[in-house]
C-alpha cells in the first residue's frame, strides 16, 4: 500500500518509531507500513512534511535505531550508509563528504543541526562529522543541488543533523584509546507549555598506530632529515554542547563545539615530529539562534529568525624537520620550520519567511534574508623570515599584508527565495521555485527549479527534477593572500561556482520492500580551483551516474538494506576524471532481530578504485576495499532503558586507504589495517 503525500504534509512524526514498531507490528502489516512512512517525514526538501519517497529531489533518512545497531559512532560514518557518499580524510586530519564523486571538501555541502546552518563564510566548511550518533535521532541528507531552496553551499548536496530528543547517558569504549560519553537531559512543562533540553558529549582517541615508509622529503633527496618512515600522530578530541528551550512560539539554540586534531599527515606531504606533541590543530564554534513562529490567519504562517556564529581555527604544527630548508635554493633551518595560523570569523543573520495556503492546491512561500560575513582577526607566524627564509630564534607574528588573508575581509548578503508546492492532480505534485543572491564582493546568482512526483498507483512513484545550483567562494578563497608575497595580478575568484542537474528517480513500495533508482547528470561551471598564480574560477566538470536502493523485510526477524551507486566523473580541463573520486560505493546492511533481547548485524561496505590526477606519476588508480563490520546489541528486561552493545569494524583485516595528493606520500594515506574491538553501554532515562 502506498500513501498521497499531501496526506502527510501536516502529520507529527511519532517521538520513538522504532519503539511502536517493536510493540508488535509486523512486518508488512498495513500499521507497520504507516508507521515506516510516518518515521520518514521530513521537512528537509520542501520546508514542508512530507515523507522522504514522496518529495521532489533525492534523500535518504537515516534512522537512530538502525545506526546504533549497526554500531555505528559517529556522522561521519553514518554517511557513509548513504548511496554515492564516501568520506574521507585530509592530511591534517579533517573528514571530507564526496557526493557523487564531487570531491573539493566540506565546503560545497550545505549543513544543519536542528535545521540551524553550521556553515561559515570565513572558510565555507562546518564542523559536524565527529557528533556522536548516540546524540542524533536521524541524519536526513539530499543528495544533489538544494541552493534554490537553500542558498549557499547547498551545491553538491544538504545534510540535516535531527539531535535526539530522548534523555539518557551512554559511555563508550573502543580501540586506540578511544573514550566517549554523552548525556541528554529534558525537562517539560506543559501547563507553561515550556521545554528544555541539554545535549552533551563528548570523545577522545589516542588514534590509530598506522605507519608511513616515506613521505615528501624522500622525493626530493632529504630522506636522511624526514621523520619517515615513521608513525602517523592521527590523535583528536571532540566536544560538543547544546542548549535548546522552547517558550510557546519562541524557541532559542544555544551551541559550542570544539575539535582538536593532532598534526596526522602533516602540511606538504612532510611527516611531522611526534616529538613535538603539542602541535594540533584547533577549530571551536559558537552559536546562537533565536526564532519567533507567528499565524496572523488561518491560512497564513511564518517565523522570523535570527543567528549569530563565531568560529576560530588556530592551527600549530611543525611544517619541516630540523635541517631541511624551505626549497633548494634557501638556507638550511637548523631547527626546522613551524607555524602556526589564526583566523576569528563571524556571522550574522536575519531571516523572514511566510507560507500562505489561502490558493487551493497551493501552498506558497517567501524566504528573505540578510546575511553579514567577516574576519574579526586573521594573522600567521613562523620562526623563520617570510622573504629570505633565514631561521629566526623564536616565533614571529605576520599580519597585515602577511596574513593568511586580509584581514578585514567581508561580505554582505541579501536573498529572496519563492515556491510553490502544486497539487496539480491528486496524484501529481510540482514544486516550482527560484533563488536570487545578491552579493556585495561577487556577482549575483539566480537558482531556479522544477521538480514533479507523480504517484503512478500505491505502489509506482516517478520523481524528476532540473535545478540549478551555486557556491561562493568563501572569505578565505576571494581574499586569501600567498607567500612570498606574489604580484598584484594573483588570480582571485570573482563568481560563484555554477551547476545545472537534472535528475529523474523511480520508487517501488511494496508491503514488505522498497526499491529505488535514480539517475542523475550534472555539469559545473566556473569551478573554483587552486593554481600556482592563485585561486581562480576556471575550471569546468561533470557528472553522470547511476544508485539503486533495496530494503526487504524477512519474515520477523531480518531486514536487508543495501545500496549500489555508480559515479562517472570528468575534469573537462584535464579530460580525467575527478581526482579523488570513486567510481563504485556499495553497502549491505543486514539486521537479525530474533525473539528475545538480542539483536545481531552486519554490515559490508565497498569502495571501489579511485581516480588519480592525469598528472599523478602514479598512473594506476588507488585500489578499492571491503569494509565488513559485525555488531551485537542486548536490551536488559529486568532495567528498562539499559542496552548493551559490542562489536569488531574491519573483520577482514582490509588495508583501508585513503588517497593523497601527487608528490606527497607516495603509498597515500593509510587509514585502517586491521580489526578492532568496541563496547558500549547506554540508559535510557524514564
Keep these: 500500500m502506498g500513501m498521497p503525500g499531501n496526506a502527510l504534509a501536516d502529520v507529527a512524526t511519532p517521538a520513538d518509531p522504532s519503539s511502536l514498531s517493536q510493540a508488535g507490528s509486523a512486518p508488512g502489516s498495513l500499521e507497520s507500513e504507516i508507521l515506516d512512512v510516518l518515521a520518514d517525514a521530513t521537512e528537509i526538501a520542501t520546508k514542508s512534511r512530507l515523507n522522504a519517497d514522496y518529495v521532489p529531489g533525492i534523500v535518504t533518512i537515516l534512522r537512530r535505531e538502525e545506526m546504533l545497531a549497526l554500531g555505528v559512532r ?3 560514518e553514518a554517511l557513509t550508509l548513504v548511496p554515492g557518499v564516501d568520506v574521507g580524510r585530509r592530511a591534517k586530519g579533517t573528514f571530507s563528504a564526496s557526493i557523487r564523486g564531487l570531491d573539493h571538501g566540506t565546503t560545497e555541502i550545505k549543513v544543519l543541526i536542528d535545521s540551524v546552518p553550521q556553515n561559515i563564510g570565513g572558510a565555507g566548511s562546518a564542523s559536524f562529522f565527529e557528533l556522536p550518533i548516540t546524540q542524533v535521532e536521524r541524519i536526513e541528507v539530499i543528495r544533489g543541488p538544494g541552493s534554490a531552496l537553500y542558498g549557499e553551499f547547498a551545491f553538491a548536496g544538504l545534510i540535516n543533523i535531527v539531535t535526539s530528543k530522548r534523555p539518557g547517558l551512554h559511555l563508550r569504549y573502543g580501540a586506540n584509546d578511544t573514550r566517549e560519553v554523552g548525556a541528554i537531559y529534558r525537562f517539560d512543562a506543559p501547563e507553561r507549555d515550556l521545554s528544555v533540553r541539554l545535549n552533551l558529549a563528548g570523545w577522545d582517541s589516542r588514534g590509530t598506530n598506522q605507519w608511513v615508509e616515506s613521505d615528501a622529503l624522500h622525493r626530493i633527496g632529504l630522506a636522511a632529515v624526514s621523520k619517515a618512515p615513521g608513525r602517523v600522530d592521527s590523535g583528536e578530541y571532540y566536544r560538543f554542547g547544546q542548549l535548546k528551550v522552547e517558550f510557546g512560539d519562541a524557541s532559542l539554540i544555544a551551541q559550542v563545539q570544539s575539535n582538536r586534531k593532532n598534526p596526522f599527515f602533516g602540511i606538504d606531504g612532510v611527516l611531522p615530529d611526534l616529538s613535538a606533541s603539542d602541535y594540533s590543530s584547533n577549530v571551536d564554534e559558537w552559536l546562537i539562534q533565536g526564532r519567533v513562529d507567528f499565524a496572523p490567519g488561518t491560512d497564513l504562517a511564518g517565523a522570523v529568525i535570527l543567528h549569530w556564529h563565531q568560529r576560530e581555527t588556530h592551527m600549530d604544527l611543525r611544517i619541516l624537520p630540523p635541517g631541511a630548508s624551505v626549497s633548494l635554493r634557501s ?15 563571524m556571522r550574522a543573520q536575519a531571516e523572514t519567511f511566510l507560507e500562505w495556503t489561502g490558493w487551493e492546491h497551493h501552498r506558497w512561500r517567501l524566504e528573505l534574508s540578510l546575511a553579514v ?7 600567521r607566524a613562523y620562526n623563520a623570515d617570510i622573504l629570505t627564509f633565514e631561521q629566526l630564534p623564536e616565533m614571529y607574528r605576520y599580519g597585515a599584508e602577511f596574513a593568511p588573508l586580509e584581514p578585514d575581509a567581508r561580505r554582505t548578503i541579501a536573498s529572496l527565495a519563492i515556491q510553490d508546492q502544486w497539487s496539480l492532480h491528486p496524484r501529481l505534485d510540482l514544486i516550482l521555485g527560484a533563488r536570487y543572491d545578491h552579493y556585495t564582493d561577487l ?22 527534477q532540473v535545478a540549478g545550483a551555486f557556491f561562493p567562494p568563501s572569505l578565505l578563497q576571494r581574499y586569501h593572500i600567498r607567500l612570498p608575497p606574489p604580484p598584484e595580478e594573483q588570480e582571485r575568484p570573482e563568481d560563484p561556482q555554477r551547476a545545472q542537474t537534472t535528475e529523474l528517480g523511480y520508487i517501488f513500495r511494496g508491503p514488505d520492500m522498497v526499491a529505488r533508482l535514480t539517475l542523475y547528470h550534472s555539469r559545473l561551471f566556473d569551478v573554483i580551483l587552486v593554481a600556482p598564480d592563485g585561486i581562480d574560477n576556471r575550471g569546468e566538470e561533470s557528472l553522470q551516474g547511476v544508485e539503486l536502493e533495496w530494503e526487504k523485510e524477512f519474515g ?44 545481531f548485524t552486519g554490515r559490508w561496505r565497498y569502495v571501489g578504485e579511485r581516480a588519480r590526477d592525469p598528472l599523478d606519476a602514479r598512473t594506476e588508480p588507488l585500489r578499492g ?12 528486561p529486568s532495567v528498562k532503558g539499559l542496552t548493551l552493545r559490542a562489536g569488531v569494524t574491519n573483520l577482514l583485516n582490509e588495508s583501508i586507504v585513503l588517497p593523497a595528493p601527487m608528490d606527497t606520500y607516495e603509498n597515500d594515506y593509510p587509514l585502517a589495517d586491521s580489526r578492532a574491538l568496541w563496547a558500549q553501554i547506554s540508559y535510557a532515562l524514564p
Design 373 to 379: 560575513d567577516k574576519i574579526d582577526d586573521a594573522w
Design 625 to 636: 576495499y571491503n569494509d565488513l563490520s559485525l555488531a551485537l546489541s542486548w536490551f536488559s
Design 331 to 345: 638556507p638550511v633551518l637548523p631547527d626546522g620550520l613551524n607555524a602556526e595560523r589564526y583566523i576569528a570569523s
Design 74 to 76: 559517529t556522522v561521519a
Design 556 to 599: 520477523h526477524a531480518f531486514r536487508l538494506v543495501t545500496n549500489l551507486s555508480y559515479a562517472d566523473t570528468l575534469n573537462k580541463e584535464t579530460d580525467g576524471p575527478i581526482p579523488g573520486a570513486a567510481k563504485w560505493l556499495g553497502n549491505l546492511s543486514l539486521f537479525y532481530h530474533p525473539r528475545g533481547n538480542w539483536a
Design 443 to 464: 556577482s549575483d546568482s539566480f537558482s531556479p527549479r522544477l521538480a514533479g512526483v507523480w504517484r503512478l498507483n500505491d505502489q509506482h512513484l516517478i520523481k524528476a
